[in-house]
């Protein structure tokens, strides 16, 4: 490999994305997420400087959203939240939470789905 093809590699890093919340308009409604919109809408949930750490970030999410107590725990997080600051723009159900990071993915940085950021 020439050096300076081993250089434009070294600086590619890893997104690790989740499929948006929408707002649903509705006081007492949950949010709801969107996993059908361009990579480039989704949020980025942190950066990785290789892929395998981006993997097993991801799969350490899910399986703590597994967890039903865990999900109870951040339901409760995210009500006290809401009832402190009087929106909803936070919270969605634990079930959709864990729905959410199913469909986590990690991106390249230079992917082209990311265009439009």
């Known amino acids: 490999m020439k050096a300076p093809h081993a250089a434009a ?23 709801q997420f969107v996993w059908s919109v361009p990579l480039s809408l ?11 750490d981006c993997e097993k970030y991801m799969y350490d999410v899910k399986r703590a959203y597994e967890d039903p107590s865990f999900r109870a725990e951040v339901d409760r997080r995210d009500e006290r939240i809401a009832e402190e600051y ?30 439009g950021r």
């Open 9 to 31: 590699l070294a600086l590619i890093g890893w997104y690790l994305l989740i499929p948006p919340v929408i707002t649903t308009g509705r006081s007492k409604e949950p949010n």
């Open 42 to 52: 989704w949020h980025r949930v942190s950066s990785f400087d290789d892929a395998d």
């Open 86 to 115: 009087g929106t909803q723009a936070y919270l969605i159900t634990g079930e959709d939470r864990l729905r959410r990071w199913y469909f986590a993915q990690c991106i390249a940085s230079d992917d082209p789905r990311l265009k």
